[in-house]
Structure formats: C-alpha cells, structure tokens
C-alpha cells in the first residue's frame, strides 16, 4: 500500500480485516497529506429526502456529460456503507440534536449530503482514528517516511516496488497506489506541497495509463493576501449555512451553490473586470460553534471572521484526472491498483461533486483490496536490486519549482489556450508536459477545462475521456 490518506488508511485496514498482510508506506506525515487537511466531509445519501438516484443526478450535473455512470453509481450506493463502517472504526461524525448523522450542504447538492466530524475538521479526525488503527494492527507494517521510487514489473504485471534508494524491495501480490492528486504543482493551491502527482508518473513508467489529465478543479474559496494563511481552505460548506460571496462593491454576484467550476469562473471574471486580487466571503451570519477550525486559523492570522469579509480566490484543489481504473481500481497494469485522488475512474466527470472524494476514497480502496486478495501469492524475493530483471526506475522528478508551478498557473489555469499549453509543452517538469499534451487534446470547454480558444462545449465529446497509453508510445486514445 503505498500512501497513508484516507484511501491508503483504510485499503490497509479493509486488507488486514481479511486477514492478508500489509505493508504500508507513507512519504509524508500524516498532517501532510490532503485528507488529513479535509474540512467539509463524505457524501453520502442518508437523509430521508435523499436517494441513490438524487446523488447520482448531482455527481452527473457537477461532472458537466463527463462522468462514468458505472462508477458514479457504485459511489452513491457503497457510501452510506462506508460511512457505517468508519462508525464501527470508531470515527465520530456529528450528530443533530435527535442523535441522527448531521448533514451538510454544499454546492451542487439538491440536499443535505455531508457527514462531518468536529464541524470542517472531518479529516483530520478520520485519518487520526484510522492512523490509530493502523499502529495497532500487527498484520500492518508502516514505513513512514520512505518514499517509493519505482514500480517493479515483470512479465507485464506489477510484482512489487522499490522504495528510496533501494534500501527496502517489497514483493507483493498487489500493489495498492493511494498517492493522492497534483494540485500542489500549481502556484496557487489548496494541497499540501506533496501533493504533486508523484504516484502518476510512477504508474507510467511502469506501464499503467493516465487519463483526464487535463480536469483539475479550482476551488472557489482559497485566502489570498492573508499572511501565514495563503491557500488556506474555507470549506464549502459554510456557503452551505448561508454564506455569500462579495465583489469590492459589496454586490453578489454568483449562486453561491452552484457547482464549483461555475463560481469559481464567475469569480475569476469579476476580478478581471474589478482588477481587484480577492472577493469578500461573508460569514458575519454563521455559528462559529459549527466551523471551530476555520474560525480559530483565521483568527490566528489576525481576521476575525465573525466581523470582517475573508478575502478569497479560486486555488488548485482537486485531481479528477489520474491512473485509469476500473471499478475494482485495476489499473491498466495487471496487479497494480490505483485509490483516491491518484485514481481516474471517471467518476467525477470534468467537474467533481463536493466531498464526493472522500467518499470514493473509501469505496474504491474496499473493492481494491477485495479484488487483490484474489491474485496469486507472489514468488519469493529478489535478494538484491541488481536481480530485478525489469526495474522501471523513475528518474524521480524533484519537487516542482516555482518556475513550473507559475507557468501552471499561468498557462493551465482556470482558462487556457492552445499559446500557453503548447508553452508548458517545455517546461522540464514531466507531469507538467503530460498535463499540457491532455489540455491540448480536449479542444473545447467543459466543467474544469476552459480553453479561450475552444469556448463551447462540443457534444461530440460527452462522455469522452482521453488517455495516455501505457505503453510508453506517448499514444493519446478516446475512451468512451
Ligand atoms: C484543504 C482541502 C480540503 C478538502 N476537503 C474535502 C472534503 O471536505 N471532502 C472531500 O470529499 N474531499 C475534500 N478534499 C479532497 C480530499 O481531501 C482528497 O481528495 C483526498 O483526501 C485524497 O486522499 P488520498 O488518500 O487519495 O491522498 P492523500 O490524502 O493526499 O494522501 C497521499 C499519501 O500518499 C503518500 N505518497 C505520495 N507519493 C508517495 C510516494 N512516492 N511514496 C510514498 N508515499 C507517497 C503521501 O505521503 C500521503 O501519505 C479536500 C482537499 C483539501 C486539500
């Protein structure tokens, strides 16, 4: 397993609940990773005037003719499992004073969908409960800060992988990547700095094929101009109870609950019409009870949001592109699997559906490890590196630099155009490249991607994806 986040966590504890073995590897702290940062929480369709059918609709709409049906169904029907599940783990969502799951609202949902824990600390106290798990399973072995720098392949499946400098060969009858997304190889972002689409590229080399690479999600509501605070998060979900957001002359000018890629892009345009840095989010009129951790971050950065507008800006947030995956999370690899924000089922579409990705975080890490057990045990272990017959050894990319991640913002940004794709066809970033090729193949705007040059959405692409082989011809394919 490698990655310690929410699918990583809970793909080791599904498999020790099987009784297999575990190894798990985590390059980061815990505090490091993504899920540890999520502040709204899991959808799930809970609520009496809820339906599978409901969340389906929604996850649909949000995904802009984009998303994979097939996929986008298993999510809406194993989530309300999952979350009964994290319960029976020990995690405590908040409840309504009846003692029912309390539910959230957040843009693009018809209705209250979002289980939560602490109010917007729900990640934090999910990974921690499953971290606590995690320690005290004997059947799971962690590594914490080792990093995985290869994939092994043999005889065209993955038999393993190979960590830092080849100091630890792990040999496994799957291999479960739960590495996270690539926000952070933005300039303006969300994500902790890890998140950098590492797991992506390891997948590649190895064989595995990468698709919508081109959808990644602003969020609307990331702090800007507030020292100690730049990116922060403040949850959706606070839109949900009622906050609205401000141009500099105090005039609304969005539905604030509408999908992300369309506030998002509406505030972008009314800071290019007002030349200001920020719209204001005004929060005066929530209970703070209810958002203790943004309230109290804020306050440390000296804004008190209970007076004052919060000054905030579309950032980088969310991967819905990433390693192919079906609907048990086989990659195009056999034996490799793929989790989380790492993984393109197709579920999202070209726009995902708030806290939908928690929710496939826990689903799909189930099926994965499911569906692994059932391959064969492994042969025994090389002794050395040196007897790996096919070593498929990523020059491992160092972190990004602030060169290429200002040339992401600038040219993959919330709208692009064929000038600046083709630009950051050079940048000496790999993921960059393949980001920028993936942009350059969908030739119109849909969801997420918006192309100055493509402005409308072309019908021809509904339900439309595009892949990168894996077979290292650098082929780009249409899958439907
Ligand atoms: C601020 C913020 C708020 C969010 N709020 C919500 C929300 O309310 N609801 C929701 O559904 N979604 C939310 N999201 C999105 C959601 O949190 C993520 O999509 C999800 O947590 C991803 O989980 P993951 O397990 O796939 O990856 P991560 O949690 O990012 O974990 C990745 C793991 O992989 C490890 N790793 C990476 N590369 C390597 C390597 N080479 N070797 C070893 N280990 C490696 C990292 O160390 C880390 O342990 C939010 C995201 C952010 C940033």
Do not use: K
């Amino acid at each position: 397993m490698v990655g310690a986040g929410a699918a990583g966590l809970y793909a080791a504890l599904c498999a020790a609940r099987e009784g297999a073995t575990v190894v798990l590897i985590s390059a980061t702290p815990l505090a490091q990773t993504a899920s540890y940062w999520a502040q709204g929480g899991l959808a799930a369709a809970l609520a009496a005037d809820d339906s599978f059918e409901l969340h389906l609709a929604d996850t649909e709409r949000a995904g802009r003719a984009l998303v994979r049906r097939s996929a986008a169904e298993i999510l809406v029907r194993e989530a309300p499992a999952c979350v009964h599940d994290l319960q029976a783990l020990g995690v405590r969502f908040d409840g309504d004073r009846s003692g029912r799951l309390a539910l959230g609202l957040e843009g693009g949902h018809s209705v209250r969908r979002v289980v939560h824990a602490g109010g917007s600390a729900t990640g934090r106290r999910v990974v921690r409960q499953l971290s606590a798990l995690v320690a005290a399973e004997p059947r799971i072995a962690v590594f914490e800060g080792a990093r995985a720098r290869a994939l092994w392949r043999s005889e065209d499946h993955c038999r393993g992988l190979i960590c830092d400098d080849g100091r630890i060969i792990l040999v496994a009858r799957a291999v479960v990547l739960g590495t996270g997304g690539a926000a952070a190889l933005w300039a303006r972002t969300t994500n902790p700095p890890g998140s950098q689409g590492i797991g992506l590229l390891l997948a590649h080399a190895a064989g595995a094929a990468l698709a919508d690479l081109e959808l990644l999600q602003f969020h609307p509501t990331a702090v800007i101009g507030l020292a100690g605070r730049e990116g922060f998060l403040v949850t959706e979900a606070i839109r949900g109870e009622g906050a609205t957001l401000h141009d500099g002359n105090g005039e609304r000018f969005v539905d604030e609950l509408a999908p992300r890629d369309e506030v998002s892009r509406a505030i972008q345009l009314r800071l290019q019409e007002t030349g200001q840095r920020s719209v204001g989010l005004d929060m005066r009129a929530i209970d703070p009870a209810h958002f203790p951790n943004v309230v109290a971050s804020l306050r440390e950065a000296g804004l008190d949001p209970m007076r004052e507008l919060i000054p905030v800006a579309p950032a980088a947030h969310y991967m819905m592109g990433g390693i192919v995956a079906d609907l048990h999370a086989r990659c195009t690899l056999p034996r490799l699997y793929a989790v989380g924000e790492s993984s393109c089922t197709g579920l999202h579409g070209a726009n995902r559906l708030a806290s939908n990705s928690l929710s496939e975080c826990f689903v799909f890490a189930r099926r994965a490890v499911l569906d692994a057990l059932s391959e064969p045990m492994p042969a025994s272990a090389p002794a050395r590196l040196q007897e790996i017959e096919a070593l498929h050894t990523l020059s491992s990319p160092p972190p990004a630099t602030a060169q290429t991640r200002d040339a992401l913002w600038r040219d993959a940004g919330i709208v692009r155009s064929a000038e600046g794709l083709h630009r950051l066809l050079d940048d000496p970033h790999p993921l960059a490249q393949l980001l920028a090729r993936g942009a350059l193949e969908r030739a119109e705007s849909r969801g997420a991607h918006q192309r100055l040059d493509h402005p409308e959405r072309d019908p021809a692409l509904d339900r439309h994806h595009f892949v990168l082989a894996g077979d290292g011809s650098g082929s780009w394919q249409r899958w439907v």
